[in-house]
């Protein structure tokens, strides 16, 4: 990135030409962000001419988490489960209900106009379709300088060697500046979308399914490219993926997320090697494992009945009319009745479950993660898993291995952090 602008010394107030930026060495280990009891609801209304308020669809509801400076948080769920509002709260695209963001030391929520414009520039976002974030209209050279065009970087010459540059860092040809959207594939667009989200020098990425729309051959050249600019630019990631197979892999820690809250957070090794939270050892259960002995001897967990309504989330906790600990356990009043916050348990896990006590060296913990023979329920306890002989049940409820990907990232969302 040689003979690039210093765009974080610049405004929205007037154009400069400083002295190309360094990579800042990543001080893994401080916050940048904090997410503090975020909620984001979306109104319901009802009525033509005199709308009311009827309800909400409560999106985000409740959520903390940290994340490092340098550092991979992976966010993963179900569709629906409120990981793109998330994200899209952090830079700002939603106003938050209620909570706060504070990204290096500076509460986000109530900031508008000019403050919130030089915040967000640090902020940036790579959406999941390459083909509909992508205005068709502009040339290469137009998308990718549009940030720099907003915040009046540099001159127009310095302008144009920047988004030749930056076409260079993510393996583009310079010269390709002048083509449109249409004449390249999905990982070049993808590629084009991760240069527009450099062209600010962020310190924060919130790459929302980044890879979902790419053929699985082209995959992993995003993620290389993705580690390979971190690694260079010491950028932090909130990488959102349905998959927890693709955000295992790059994550340094996880959080798994159901209708709106968070239910575990830990290292992704930790957490793929000792679940804690039922709804994620039944997102385990779903990764096949390539080893054909073990794969052939596990179970995957199938969760009863449909993903409940963000409109009116079921009382207690939200995952129990879904759960198969709750299940085994015989129904305990708690989980109907008291909705768990998250804990922090002896393990390091951070987790929102009664019992999770009870998943670890559990049947179902062994086999979602493929450890290797399941071992036996507890006496007197009814496994969902496995029948009472240990052998496999074939009567579970379900959960999409890798649930389907959503058609596209609105292409209506406005241009992120410029
Ligand atoms: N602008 C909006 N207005 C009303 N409801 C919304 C809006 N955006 C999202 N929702 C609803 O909020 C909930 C969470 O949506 P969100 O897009 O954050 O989920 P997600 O986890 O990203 O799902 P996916 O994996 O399908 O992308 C869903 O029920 C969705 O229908
Ligand atoms: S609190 Fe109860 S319903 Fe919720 S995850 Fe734990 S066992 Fe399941
Ligand atoms: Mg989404």
Avoid at 52 to 61: M, N, Q, S
Avoid at 188 to 217: F, W
Avoid at 284 to 304: F, M, Q, T, Y
């Amino acid at each position: 990135m040689s003979g690039m602008m210093d765009v974080r010394s610049t405004t929205a107030t007037g154009p400069t030409s400083a002295p190309p930026p360094k990579a800042a060495p990543a001080q893994v280990g401080q916050s940048l962000l904090r997410v503090d009891d975020l909620r984001v609801w979306f109104p319901i209304t009802e009525g033509l001419i005199f709308e009311r308020h009827i309800g909400d669809v409560r999106a985000v509801d409740g959520i903390d988490f940290e994340i490092r400076r340098g550092e991979t948080l992976g966010l993963v769920g179900e569709s629906g489960c409120g990981k793109s509002t998330t994200g899209r709260a952090i830079v700002r695209l939603y106003k938050p209900t209620t909570g706060s963001i504070t990204f290096d030391g500076v509460d986000l929520a109530p900031l508008e106009g000019a403050a919130l414009r030089r915040m967000r520039a640090r902020m940036q976002m790579i959406f999941q379709d390459p083909y509909a974030s992508l205005n068709p209209r502009m040339n290469v050279a137009g998308i990718v300088g549009e940030p720099l065009d907003i915040h009046s970087v540099g001159t127009k010459a310095e302008r144009n060697e920047r988004v030749r540059d930056l076409l260079a860092t993510v393996g583009l040809n310079p010269d390709f500046a002048v083509r449109y959207p249409h004449e390249f594939s999905g990982g070049q667009r993808q590629r084009i979308g991760v240069a527009r989200a450099l062209a600010l020098n962020p310190d924060l990425i919130v790459a929302d399914e980044p890879i979902s729309a790419l053929d699985v051959s082209i995959q992993a050249q995003i993620i290389n490219l993705l580690q390979r600019l971190q690694g260079e630019f010491g950028l932090t990631y909130l990488f959102i993926a349905h998959d927890l197979s693709v955000v295992r892999h790059i994550s340094d820690r996880i959080a798994v997320m159901y209708l709106g809250r968070i239910v575990e957070v830990a290292p992704s090794r930790e957490l793929n090697r000792e679940p804690v939270h039922p709804y994620t050892v039944a997102l385990l259960s779903a990764i096949p494992i390539p080893d054909p002995v073990v794969e052939s001897r596990r179970r995957r967990i199938i969760l009863k009945g449909d993903v409940p309504s963000p409109a009116a989330p079921p009382p207690g906790c939200r995952f129990h009319t879904r759960c198969w600990l709750r299940d085994r356990l015989g129904d305990p009043e708690r989980c109907s009745t008291e909705e768990p916050v998250l804990r922090t348990m002896a393990t390091g896990h951070d987790v929102a479950c009664h019992f999770a006590e009870e998943v670890a060296g559990s049947a179902e913990q062994v086999q979602a993660v493929g450890r290797g023979a399941p071992t036996a329920p507890p006496a007197g306890s009814v496994s969902p898993s496995l029948g009472p002989d240990g052998t496999p049940r074939r009567d579970l409820g379900a959960l999409p291995a890798t649930p389907p990907v959503p058609p596209s990232a609105p292409p209506s969302v406005p241009s992120p952090g410029v």
